[in-house]
């Protein structure tokens, strides 16, 4: 039997006595052995619940525990995760997450702290809910080169997005009914403004590159500014609107990037919706691999944990999780990047062409029925430096969304 201690009690939390009691059959067949939750450590009670049983108050319960081996971490935040997490490794406990936010500012160390000891850091639910993406980057994945990581990784951000895409709904609309419908919390911030998705884009950029990547240093544009005549372009070219996290290699540098993104119907991520997440990696060897699934929710994420301790449980004296150097990388910077962009232009299109090309140099005017007052102008592939020094000596410009091919 294999003791292990869950630590917070809150929707995942739950999700994983849940997941671990509803498959324990198949999940003791797959570890070989019982996995057994001794403690769930939450500052709460639970009259009613089963789990009552289990509860304890204090964290030194469960560090001075030696019949735990493995230890589930879905309490959130930085602190006093960050601490619990690393006594556990210091006392040989392995440690599985899904707190993207300590993996992104943390991972590095706790990783370390887990090599040296030959037990295992592993957090494949801090990126994509029940995607596997980081399993595959672990494993199926390490004879390759990645070349580039796309994802949507947000699946409030998804549904907004869609929502507005398909009903022509405004931002604001949509915003609250995700938040009746529990997509969106009650402060959406770390979701709209792209926040969650640059610490979840931080990790992978990590793990392809080997080298700390600090989301501070990663260029982060939410949603908010994207309305219904953004929309209305976009499905007059043919195109959406999706949030996007992006690393890509160009040449000896990487380069990351959460924007909105305009994608054409041939860009795997065209047809991602809804709270949907889905993410698009491209190796030197493997070419392309597309990773779609439940980005979020009690079970999918609650799965992706307890298939983390299921390996930890495999490998209790063997360390199996790449690591990444703390040497910090330095990104390629945002200015040097090359993309086409999209403006919206107040006044006549007619009148404004030369102006605009004379500008931006050659590119696509786009009128949309009814917006009389207005146009749009796809350029082609430029430094986003060059488009910004462009753009400054430029009047009209309404707004400006980058485009992927």
């Known amino acids: 039997m294999v003791n292990i201690a869950v630590m917070g009690y809150g929707t995942v939390g739950s999700g994983v006595v849940e997941v671990l009691e509803r498959n324990k059959k198949i999940i003791t067949q797959r570890a070989a052995d019982e996995i057994n939750v001794k403690y769930v450590l939450d500052l709460r009670d639970f009259p009613g619940d089963p789990v009552q049983e289990k509860i304890v108050h204090d964290f030194e319960t469960v560090i001075n525990d030696p019949e735990i081996r493995i230890v589930v971490e879905v309490m959130g935040g930085i602190e006093p995760a960050y601490t619990y997490v690393k006594r556990c490794l210091e006392a040989g406990k392995s440690v599985a997450t899904s707190n993207k936010a300590l993996v992104a500012k943390h991972g590095a160390e706790l990783l370390s702290i887990a090599r040296e000891r030959d037990i ?3 957090f494949e639910a801090s990126v994509g809910g029940g995607i596997p993406i980081i ?11 990645i070349e580039e990581i796309t994802g949507i990784l947000n699946g409030t951000t998804n549904y907004v997005m869609t929502k507005m895409f398909y ?12 938040q009746e419908k529990g997509y969106a919390e009650r402060n959406p911030e770390a979701d709209v403004e792209g926040y969650d998705s640059c610490r979840k884009i931080a990790i992978l950029s990590s793990l392809i590159s080997g080298q700390q990547v600090d989301f501070e240093d990663i260029y982060t544009e939410g949603i908010t ?25 160009h040449e000896n540098h990487l380069h990351a990037i959460v924007a909105p993104f305009l994608l054409g119907k041939s860009h795997p991520l065209y047809n991602v919706d809804d709270v949907f ?14 990773f779609y699934g439940s980005g979020a929710g009690k079970l999918p994420t609650a799965s992706a944990v307890v298939a983390d301790v299921v390996d930890e449980a495999k490998h209790l004296h063997r360390n199996i999780m790449t690591m990444w150097k703390s040497e910090k990388l330095e990104l390629e910077p945002i200015e040097d990047t090359c993309r086409r962009f999209f403006i919206r232009i107040s006044g006549s299109a007619d009148e404004r062409k030369n102006e605009t090309e004379n500008c931006f140099g050659p590119g696509k005017i786009v009128r949309v029925p009814g917006l009389d007052d207005e146009f749009g102008y796809m350029t082609e592939s430029m430094a986003e430096g060059d488009y910004r020094k462009k753009a400054e000596s430029f009047s009209g410009i309404l707004s400006m969304i980058r485009a992927e091919d």
């Open 167 to 178: 009903e022509g709904a405004d931002y604001e609309d949509v915003l609250k009914e995700a």
């Open 277 to 290: 997440n889905a993410v698009f990696v491209r190796g030197n060897m493997l070419g392309d691999a597309m």
């Open 135 to 145: 399993r595959a980057l672990n494993s199926c994945m390490t004879a390759d080169e």
């Open 225 to 249: 500014k994207i309305t219904k005549k953004d929309m209305k372009y976009a499905k007059e070219m043919g195109m959406t609107i999706k949030l996007l996290a992006s690393s890509k290699r």
């Open 120 to 122: 295992n850091f592993l």
